[in-house]
Structures are given as structure tokens and as C-alpha cells.
């Protein structure tokens, strides 16, 4: 639904020369909730104001519904005709959201529908259905000044959703003050993801908001995305710098003859007790370094890391029955990670020792 290839942007002025996008290559699948993640100055914001051409790119193309914005794009000045319509298939909210105080919530929603030259009744009509998709119907004659600041967010997401755009971008727009506020505008972005079938890129510095909404996600640093995936992806790749961000857990082994191992888990494998069946089957004693478990959009996934006595040599099938189970196992602090996965990868659990 959304690609961006090899985009860059460029700013000039008379003594100097800041690179905000240094060739960014995103795809955004349809009907998906993307987040793009990294600090500030990462390029963050830029990026999403040249996926709608706001910002025009210096080189690269954007394409948005198989169109590409960049080819449509005319002088810095002026939109064209082709432009403008290809935007009004793309929504924007932001953390600020600007709503004229003299108008009402209602108006203010119809505030697009006037621009886009719908008649009064028909106007009317799409505003009141919009402010009861946003759970705003009874506020309609209330005033922003009158309004919470999450309620604000939700006037600007109605009137983001106005020309029934397919694509709904949202720079910081769940950066509101107080966890409640932002956990709602989160909810409400997923319910519209759902319901209207909407493909939503949102920029955030947050990772809880990766966490609590996203199917994919990518991280940005000095004007790259240096990875990208969906959050399963992400999970199972070792060495993740998101994955981390995401699912933190540190620890160290208590003994340089100790096998620490990382654990990824998800769906089913993440609410069964398989550290215990390990540690009784196998007769050995685990020990829980860190662990980060979370819901994310409706399932359970989580990291773990574990200390095993012994080499890597000793914990062989252990290691394999923990496979076996549908975990992702990873061996850490071991100086030939690699040879050693990859040999560990074809291990079978042997059977667990008789009691006698």
C-alpha cells in the first residue's frame, strides 16, 4: 500500500547542508498497522510528510495505493490537480491537532467536506457518522476549548477520516499527555484498522506503541531505517536492536562455564510452562536471568534468558527440547554463536531419563 524507494531529502541553505532521509527504502503492507520507531532528528517525521508530498523528496519515489506521488508532483509552489486527489486518499493526524476554536465539533469535522464542495446535508450526515465512529456523537456542539485533549485527538482523527482515505498517517499523534489518553487514541486507531480495513503508518518514539498496536515496525537512526519486519520477524532475529528496545532483558551468566541461552516466545509456546517441563524432565537447574513478556495486538509473545550448568556440549538436547516446543533459541556469550546454532539447529531431545 505504501513504498518508499531510495527516498532522500536534503536541506539547503546558503552555509549548510542536513540530510534528513538518506535513502529510505519502506514498504507498508495493506490493511496493516505500521510504526516507525527512533529518536529525534532520526528523520521521522520528514518521512511522513514526503509519504503525502508535503515534503518533497530531493531524489527517490514515493508510491501510495500503486500510484507514485513523486511523478504527479509539480513545482515546489503549487499542487496539481492529479496531486490533490491522490491526497485526499490519505489521511493526517497529528500530535497537535489544529481545530479553529469558533467552530463547533461538528463543524470542525465538516471543515474537509466543505473544502472538498459536499452540500450542506450530505456534510452534516458524514460529520455526525464520523463523530459517532470516534465515541464523540454527543459532543458534536461542544467547542475544542470545551474538550479534553484526547477528545481533540478524536475530532482530528474524524476529520483525518473524511474523504474515506485509505491510508491514515499519524505523526505522534498517541503522544498524548497521560498513559489513559494515549492507550485510548492507540485502541481507537487499531478499532479503525479493523473496521474501515485502513492501512496506518504511525511515527512514534514510543515502543510501547509498537507494542500495543503494530503488526510491523521499523527503526530509524540518523536518517535510515536500519531494520524493518513485522514484530514476529523482529522477535525471531538475534541480534535485534528494536527487538531489544521492544522486549528488554539483560543478565549476565554467573560462571564462564555456564550456557546462557535466548529465549523467543510466541503464541501458544508463551502460555505453556516449558522452563518447568525442561527442568523436570531433564533433571536440570534453570536459572531466569531476564524475562519480558507482553500482549501484543491479542497474543502473547515474550523474551527470555536463561543460564543452563555446564558448555554448550552439556545442554545439547535440553536445548533441542526447547525447539521442539516451537521456541526460538539462541545461543548467547558464546564465542562461535553461529557454528554453534547452526550445529544445534538438526538436535533431537533424547528421551527424558527413567526415574528409576
Do not use: W
Amino acid at each position: 500500500m505504501i513504498t518508499t524507494t531510495d527516498l532522500r531529502k536534503v536541506y539547503r541553505s546558503r552555509d549548510r547542508e542536513v540530510t534528513a532521509l538518506d535513502g529510505v527504502d519502506l514498504s507498508v503492507r495493506e490493511g496493516e498497522v505500521f510504526g516507525v520507531v527512533g529518536r529525534s532528528g532520526a528523520g521521522k517525521s520528514t518521512l511522513i510528510r514526503c509519504v503525502n508530498l508535503h515534503e518533497r523528496p530531493t531524489s527517490g519515489t514515493v508510491e501510495v495505493a500503486g500510484r507514485d506521488l513523486t511523478a504527479l508532483a509539480g513545482r515546489a509552489d503549487r499542487a496539481p490537480a492529479a496531486l490533490r486527489a491522490a491526497r485526499a486518499g490519505i489521511g493526517m493526524v497529528s500530535q497537535h491537532v489544529s481545530l479553529p476554536p469558533s467552530r463547533t465539533v461538528q463543524d470542525n469535522v465538516e471543515l474537509p467536506l466543505e473544502i472538498l464542495g459536499v452540500s450542506g446535508r450530505e456534510r452534516t450526515r458524514k460529520a455526525r457518522e464520523l463523530l459517532d465512529l470516534v465515541g464523540l456523537s454527543g459532543q458534536a456542539s461542544a467547542y475544542p476549548a470545551q474538550l479534553s485533549g484526547g477528545q481533540r485527538q478524536r475530532v482530528g482523527i474524524a476529520r483525518a477520516l473524511a474523504g474515506r482515505p485509505k491510508v491514515l498517517l499519524s505523526d505522534e499523534a498517541t503522544s498524548a499527555p497521560g498513559p489513559e489518553t494515549s492507550r485510548s487514541v492507540l485502541e481507537l486507531l487499531r478499532d479503525l484498522n479493523r473496521q474501515l480495513g485502513l492501512t496506518v503508518l504511525l511515527i512514534t518514539h514510543e515502543t510501547d506503541v509498537v507494542k500495543a498496536v503494530c503488526d510491523s515496525a521499523a527503526l530509524m537512526k540518523g536518517g535510515r531505517v536500519v531494520e524493518s519486519g513485522t514484530v514476529a520477524e523482529l522477535l525471531a532475529t538475534p541480534g535485534s536492536e528494536l527487538a531489544d528496545q521492544l522486549f528488554p532483558v539483560g543478565g549476565q551468566p554467573s560462571d564462564p562455564d555456564r550456557t546462557v541461552v535466548d529465549l523467543t516466545f510466541r503464541g501458544d509456546s508463551a502460555n505453556r510452562p516449558v522452563i518447568s517441563q525442561l527442568a523436570r524432565t531433564y533433571n536440570v537447574d534453570v536459572s531466569i536471568l531476564g524475562a519480558a513478556m507482553q500482549t501484543c495486538d491479542g497474543r502473547q509473545i515474550g523474551r527470555m534468558r536463561i543460564e543452563l550448568p555446564g558448555c554448550f556440549e552439556d545442554n545439547v538436547v535440553p536445548i533441542g527440547f526447547l525447539r521442539e516446543q516451537g521456541i526460538q533459541v539462541d545461543i548467547a556469550d558464546i564465542a562461535d554463536t553461529a557454528g554453534i546454532a547452526d550445529a544445534a539447529a538438526d538436535v533431537q531431545p533424547r528421551p527424558a531419563p527413567s526415574s528409576a
